[in-house]
């Protein structure tokens, strides 16, 4: 009886060792599936930051291409005014160059016929932007010189009033034009933004379906990708604040 309970003995003694070496296999269970918790919870936790960050970027552009949509609008505005003070600067300017074309007419028929009279009555008429391209034109002898210009309205001497300020005007409203291109297209950028971002919005969300904590994870990794793109973007973008 005494041998057979030494010899029941050793077997345990065996059986006991490898129990212990094994351990419970409900604790290894509970430690693998905390920290599959611990995981899920942070990628949880920078998906929430990340998803914040990215609605607080979305709104500042949609802000930034609305401000940038209406300094097009006014751009366009001006440019529009100012193509309107350009018409009524060059109807002043055809309104002074037809009169003066009437009293050079009524001065080249006197000179024709002869009276001295009504030549001198006329020339005593023309206004004060035409007379310096008359004398200019009348010193080249245009009767006897070939080269000459065939009137005074030729010459860059004679400039009616109103053709200068219709340049100006026209060349500022192709300005103001050209801005509110270059506005429409900031705009059109800060829009291009908001789109990057709804792809950071959705990936972020989207991470949440999958049950592998890897694929999760690299779908988080791209919402972080394309985030940072929309971000390099955004800072090298001219703001109105």
């Known amino acids: 009886m005494a041998d057979e309970g030494e010899q029941t003995e050793r077997t345990a003694q065996p059986e006991q060792v490898a129990r212990a070496g094994q351990g419970d296999p409900g604790e290894t269970s509970e430690t693998a599936q905390h920290g599959g918790h611990a995981g899920r919870s942070w990628r949880e936790t920078v998906t929430v930051v990340l998803l914040a960050v990215t609605a607080v970027l979305t709104a500042w552009s949609g802000f930034e291409a609305s401000k940038w949509g209406g300094e097009m609008s006014i751009a366009f505005s001006r440019a529009s005014t100012q193509r309107i003070e350009a018409s009524t600067h060059r109807a002043h300017a055809d309104t002074a160059r037809s009169i ?35 004398e200019e034109w009348l010193a080249s002898r245009p009767l006897q010189n070939p080269d000459a210009a065939p009137s005074p309205f030729a010459l860059d001497a004679y400039v009616p009033p109103g053709a200068v300020e219709a340049v100006e005007a026209d060349e500022r409203a192709d300005a103001l034009f050209a801005q509110a291109l270059v506005n429409n297209q900031r705009g059109d950028n800060y829009t291009l933004t908001t789109v990057l971002f709804a792809l950071v919005l959705f990936f972020g969300a989207f991470a949440g379906r999958f049950r592998s904590e890897r694929a999760a994870w690299a779908m988080v990794g791209l919402a972080c990708a394309v985030l940072v793109v929309g971000v390099v973007f955004l800072a090298t973008f001219p703001k109105i604040v």
């Not at 074309?101 to 009555?121: I, K, M, N």
């Not at 206004?127 to 391209?133: E, I, L, M, N, W």
């Open 100 to 134: 003066d074309l009437q009293v050079f007419s009524l001065w080249l028929e006197a000179y024709a016929t002869g009276d001295t009279e009504l030549e001198e009555f006329t020339r005593a008429r023309f206004t004060p932007h035409f007379r310096p391209a008359f």
